[in-house]
């Protein structure tokens, strides 16, 4: 092959699911230009079908959201943690840092700035019980605020992305909301039925990240006014919308690694640089003391605040706080969902449900503790009334007018504006990449310009709604779609736990042989296997003279008592397997796989440099290659370079009694 041929192979092409993708746009600008059309009559019936919903279905809502924590909190703590979103001998492609940066990122980037102040302020000044502006009050506050931002939320994205990642990295499924409903609906969403439900995951995913973007524009106009007098109008901020989304366009033309996960990083550290100057300039001591205490409290409570629907103590803000938020979040999962699931290949379930909701609850709990704290701290003791007021008038300033009260009012309110363009950014980037990848059947990689076409989508819709006054309306519209699917969800449940149920008794029927031992006074020659660090062509001469021989018989065994096999040597992969068909039934597949392992101790690399004439590139680190099992469910992590074929035939014999044993497990 020459290295054009290979380049071309490598090079991406333009992969386009003609079925989702026409006629989710088809049906997404329509809705926007029929809200455009007759705004205000467009915006009644949304919010009378959210006026019916929160009245006839918030104890669905509840449910759903409480089924998801029961979820998320019994597969941590099972036997079932242990099984990885991907082969087993998956590892993760990202660091822990560059891996919580970006949930931030695309999770609750700009929510996280407008509403750190805006919330806590407004539950302390009306509560959703008792009076306002009292010390009762303030507390409430700062849990509400955990409550709505804290692991519920985080539960309910994670829930979603565990089972993409679970069918797409597991069962080589496309990465796309279709794929969650394999275990229901099988191989028909290949068809019309999956199409229609990528259909809905990109109208959601766009309609949410548009209404998003078209409030964050707000917080950052507000913010050029507040520091440059740059005037508020609408015309500003669509002008925002597309100089920032120029910015997206560049991250999304380079890509996860070089862009979004950068800028996730960079954000991420000026996070927590604006939290420890707001920690250190306020009342450190109370500060932290309030946040401690409440988010004791909220932990504490977390049970009986999930349930509490406020059903002898009816009020309005219910449905207008916490429901509309189960609704945002629900909403919210086809994208966050698709994209957690994209970066978090390699992860074991327990370290997935961890990371995507201990980690981010426990971050969230201190930014709002500080932040909002510090807020009702001005407000409560100082007498501050007027950062109040101008939170109730306009949340999109409450940051802003909160930052005058403390020292280097200027810088301060620059890292902030900074952080809300790349919450912005980042949030637009990973929308594109979400919405390229519903559309193309789950493939990423694909051409910049293909890429750069949904943050223009992005762009005209957000733009379009906010000329035309359509924000609320579709943001309504948007929260009031979660209701079937949270319906919908209900199903994927129940596939996913079926799903689980059978890679859990198939690893239970796997179990430890010992190969027939060489004969004592080999011990030399085992001991000379044990020290050998071989290269690749070693290992696939050893493949090509001991295993595909040992296949081989094993399968003219198998075919002489009517059993179809085959085996096949894959020289991309460098290696052979064993395939077993076994009809309507999971087949069987033993596979040995050359791959590379870096030496243990530099040591020994010296000692073969020595004892086989080789030199050691010094740009690199020293490796040798290892003869690895492989079944269908992935590596498992033991060796077989060096054994004779009737060692590995037994092994495969073993291999195989543990699949039919997993078999009449399941049936």
């Known amino acids: 092959m020459t290295d054009d041929s290979a380049a071309d192979q490598t090079r991406p092409r333009f992969t386009i699911d003609a079925a989702v993708c026409f006629p989710a746009l088809i049906l997404l600008f329509g809705a926007i230009l029929l809200v455009l059309a007759v705004p205000e009559e467009g915006s009644n019936p949304f919010a009378g ?135 229901l609906i099988g191989e028909r969403i290949h068809g019309p039925a999956g199409a229609a439900v990528d259909v809905f995951a990109v109208i959601c995913t766009t309609c949410g990240i548009s209404v998003s973007l078209g409030l964050g524009v707000l917080q950052i106009n507000t913010g050029f006014n507040y520091l440059f007098e740059l005037p508020i109008d609408v015309w500003v901020q669509v002008g925002l919308i597309f100089a920032t989304m120029a910015l997206a366009t560049v991250s999304v033309v380079l890509g996860l690694d070089t862009g979004i996960k950068r800028l996730s990083e960079i954000n991420i550290i000026l996070a927590v640089l604006l939290l420890l100057l707001i920690l250190l300039t306020g009342p450190t001591a109370l500060l932290l003391s309030g946040t401690l205490q409440n988010f004791g409290a909220y932990v504490a409570g977390l049970v009986p605040r999930t349930l509490d629907m406020y059903v002898y103590d009816q009020t309005d803000w219910f449905g207008g706080w916490t429901i509309f938020y189960w609704g945002w979040w629900i909403s919210w999962t086809p994208f966050v969902g698709v994209f957690v699931a994209r970066i978090s290949r390699g992860r074991t379930i327990r370290e997935f449900l961890v990371g995507v909701t201990i980690v981010p609850t426990l971050f969230i709990c201190l930014w709002m503790g500080v932040l909002g704290g510090s807020a009702l701290e001005l407000i409560g003791n100082q007498g501050v009334s007027e950062l109040g007021t101008a939170v109730q008038e306009n949340p999109a300033v409450g940051l802003f007018r909160f930052m005058e009260f403390l020292p280097a009012t200027k810088a301060l309110s620059v890292i902030s504006l900074l952080m809300i363009v790349i919450f912005f950014v980042t949030s637009a980037d990973s929308g594109a990449m979400v919405l390229n990848m519903l559309s193309a059947k789950g493939v990423d990689n694909t051409p910049a310009l293909q890429r750069t076409l949904w943050t223009l989508v992005i762009a005209l819709a957000a733009s379009l709604l906010l000329l035309g006054g359509g924000l609320q309306a579709l943001q309504t519209a948007t929260i009031a779609s979660a209701l079937p699917f949270a319906i919908a969800l209900l199903g994927a449940f129940w596939g996913f736990g079926r799903a689980l149920l059978a890679d859990g008794a198939k690893r239970q029927s796997h179990s430890t042989h010992v190969p027939p031992a060489t004969a004592a006074e080999g011990w030399r020659d085992r001991l000379g296997v044990l020290l050998e660090y071989p290269d690749d062509q070693t290992v696939l001469r050893f493949q090509r003279d001991t295993v595909e021989p040992a296949m081989q018989a094993f399968a003219a065994e198998l075919a002489a008592r009517g059993v179809v096999a085959q085996v096949v040597a894959d020289e991309a992969a460098l290696s052979v397997r064993l395939e077993v068909a076994h009809g309507g039934e999971d087949d069987f597949c033993y596979e040995v796989r050359a791959r590379n392992h870096p030496l243990p101790d530099a040591s020994i690399a010296a000692a073969i440099d020595k004892t086989t004439d080789k030199t050691t590139d010094k740009g690199s680190a020293p490796e040798f290659f290892r003869a690895e099992v492989h079944l269908t469910e992935g590596g498992q992590d033991y060796d077989v370079m060096g054994w004779s074929e009737e060692q590995v035939i037994v092994d495969i014999l073993n291999q195989y009694e543990d699949h039919l044993h997993f078999l009449h497990t399941v049936r």
Do not use: C
């Open 49 to 183: 079908v959210q006026a019916v919903i929160v009245d006839t279905a918030s104890w669905f809502y509840v449910l759903i959201v409480t089924l998801i924590a029961v979820i998320v909190v019994f597969l941590a703590v099972s036997r079932y943690g242990d099984i990885k979103l991907g082969p087993d001998h998956a590892e993760p492609d990202y660091s822990y840092a560059s891996w919580f940066a970006m949930l931030f990122s695309a999770g609750i980037g700009i929510g996280m700035m407008f509403y750190g102040i805006a919330e806590p302020v407004m539950h302390y000044l009306s509560p959703p019980t008792g009076p306002g502006g009292t010390p009762e009050a303030a507390t409430e506050a700062i849990q509400i605020s955990y409550f709505h931002w804290g692991f519920n939320a985080w539960a309910t994205y994670a829930v979603v992305a565990m089972i993409l990642a679970y069918f797409a990295y597991r069962h080589d499924l496309p990465l796309t909301l279709r794929s969650a409903f394999y275990p």
